[in-house]
């Protein structure tokens, strides 16, 4: 059985950081590119961050370039999303996802198989 399980969301004022974690279990991990996206009320899913099969290769929406660092540890089955200089405009629910392509990095979130609950991140002004 396939998991993702977020954890890390919280409230936290603008210019604050946080660190997000995906921990996958029933997955090969290491073969898995991962993803980060995000999603406000009333906006569609959007791409944050992906991280390719190894962990060499990362990628990353405008809007949090230079502010976000997405890391990949295979020995724990872990992705992780760091995310300093926070602003409200980030606030949303952030999910990991996983696909199965071992050879693309990709920003659709129809190239993903697998998708986390979510985990909510509120920035107060």
């Known amino acids: 059985q396939v998991q993702l399980v977020e954890s890390g969301g919280g409230l936290v004022q603008a210019g604050g950081s946080l660190r997000l974690s995906c921990a996958a279990s029933?997955?090969?991990?290491?073969?898995?590119?991962m993803g980060w996206f995000r999603q406000a009320p009333g906006k569609e899913r959007e791409f944050a961050a992906a991280?390719?099969?190894?962990?060499?290769?990362?990628y990353y929406a405008d809007s949090v370039k230079g502010r976000f660092t997405i890391s990949k540890d295979n020995a724990k089955n872990t992705v992780y999303l760091q995310m300093d200089s926070l602003k409200p405009e980030d606030t949303a629910v952030y999910y990991c996802?996983?696909?199965?392509?071992?050879?693309?990095?990709?920003?659709?979130?129809?190239?993903?198989?697998?998708w986390g609950q979510g985990t909510q991140v509120t920035v107060s002004s």
């Open positions: 996802a996983a696909d199965k392509t071992t050879n693309r990095i990709a920003a659709s979130p129809r190239a993903y198989d697998y």
């Open positions: 029933g997955l090969t991990f290491s073969r898995l590119t």
């Open positions: 991280i390719n099969y190894s962990g060499g290769t990362t």
